[in-house]
């Protein structure tokens, strides 16, 4: 059974960071994409960033370009997001899912392409 537990979220100061946390488990750690989304109240969710194992490509939407960064440790089973200089309208419940492995960069990232989701993290940016 796939699982997926992120950690990290929290309640900072706009301009502070966080680091994100997706421990995952239920599959090889060899062939995947890893995405992180964001919901916030009101809103669709989002794809903000995407890691994927087939050519280690990333995406990330422009909203966070040169903000954030993903990255993975396989030793760990872990994909992680690096979130620096943090704005008041990041803030959302973050989750991150998982499906097979592509292209990442050049197809894209889509929610509803990805199967198994983790239960979120609240990360909360204050003004």
């Known amino acids: 059974e796939v699982q997926l537990v992120e950690s990290g979220g929290g309640l900072v100061q706009a301009g502070g960071s966080l680091r994100l946390s997706c421990a995952a488990s239920g599959f090889t750690f060899d062939d995947y994409a890893i995405g992180w989304f964001r919901q916030a109240p009101g809103k669709e969710r989002e794809a903000v960033s995407c890691i994927s194992s087939s050519d280690g490509s990333t995406y990330y939407a422009d909203s966070v370009k040169g903000r954030f960064t993903i990255s993975s440790d396989n030793a760990k089973n872990t994909v992680y997001l690096q979130m620096n200089s943090l704005k008041p309208g990041d803030t959302a419940v973050y989750y991150c899912?998982?499906?097979?492995?592509?292209?990442?960069?050049?197809?894209?990232?889509?929610?509803?392409?990805?199967?198994?989701w983790g239960q979120g993290t609240q990360v909360t940016v204050s003004s």
């Open positions: 899912a998982v499906r097979d492995a592509y292209p990442v960069r050049r197809v894209g990232v889509r929610p509803a392409d990805f199967g198994s």
